[in-house]
């Protein structure tokens, strides 16, 4: 059974930072493409950022030079890094997982993700 936790969330005053933490229960995180997605109220889910299991990244423009996602093998646990944060980044973040090592920037961007997180709540306001 896979489970992922998410944790990190928070409230924050714009310009200020949260890091968010993803632990992949139950399989080796290693040899997944891992992906962090928003939503805010009355929006769609976006694809923030992700990462495939060799390591490449794709980031949401909105989010480049602000954000970095990684992730720590040994630990089974994925990492966002959220600096400079706007009101506008106020949203539910999840994250997602996908058997695949490379699901692909297209598949990423419809959500195409096999296990999700339930999600932890992130609040930009002063």
């Known amino acids: 059974q896979v489970q992922l936790v998410e944790s990190g969330g928070g409230s924050v005053q714009p310009g200020g930072s949260l890091r968010l933490s993803c632990v992949l229960a139950?399989?080796?995180?290693?040899?997944?493409?891992m992906g962090w997605y928003r939503q805010a109220p009355g929006k769609q889910r976006e694809l923030v950022a992700r990462?495939?299991?060799?390591?490449?990244?794709n980031y949401a423009d909105s989010v480049k030079g602000r954000f970095t996602i990684s992730r720590d093998n040994a630990k089974n646990t994925m990492y966002l890094q959220m600096n400079s944060l706007k009101p506008e980044d106020t949203a539910v973040y999840y994250c997602?997982?996908?058997?695949?090592?490379?699901?692909?920037?297209?598949?990423?961007?419809?959500?195409?993700?096999?296990?999700w997180g339930q999600g932890t709540q992130v609040t930009v306001s002063s």
């Open positions: 997602a997982a996908d058997q695949d090592p490379d699901l692909g920037l297209d598949y990423a961007l419809r959500g195409r993700y096999d296990y």
């Open positions: 990462i495939t299991s060799g390591g490449s990244t």
């Open positions: 139950g399989r080796r995180l290693s040899i997944y493409d």
